[in-house]
């Protein structure tokens, strides 16, 4: 049975952004990360490293947020200096907009961080006593 350190030393690390916003393995860059759109399967089939430990937490709804809502607000406001449309012109473009990109950007930003997180070899701060 090999150890972990000998597992690593088998595969060129990839680079993690284009490895994260595809949804491949953080390790390999052959399996899939997600078996669903944002639930992650629980190991690579291609590696076998286990995903079990990579929480990205709030970080993909946080910058999604951040994201969305400049692109948004800046559009609101082109469009009102500019053509002055009924409010509910507002609402259905922002709507549409707020959701759309919010669906398209939060898979590949999630599997971005978790990729950054196993290429930094990020875990949970503890305390040294």
Not at 9 to 33: S, V
Not at 53 to 60: I, K
Not at 83 to 112: D, M, N
Request: aromatic share 10%; proline share 8%.
């Amino acid at each position: 049975m090999e150890d972990a350190v000998t597992v690593e030393r088998k595969y060129d690390p990839p680079a993690p952004i284009p490895t994260g916003l595809g949804g491949r393995c953080p390790r390999c860059g052959e399996g899939h990360l997600f078996k669903g759109y944002l639930s992650l399967r629980p190991s690579c089939e291609a590696c076998g490293l286990d995903y079990s430990s990579f929480d990205a937490a709030d970080g993909p709804a946080f910058f999604v947020m951040s994201i969305v809502g400049v692109v948004v607000v800046g559009l609101a406001l082109w469009m009102e200096i500019t053509y002055e449309p009924p409010i509910w012109v507002h609402a259905l473009v922002a709507g549409s907009l707020s959701i759309g990109l919010s669906l398209a950007l939060v898979r590949p930003l999630k599997g971005l961080l978790i990729a950054l997180q196993y290429s930094n070899k990020a875990e949970q701060g503890r305390f040294e006593q």
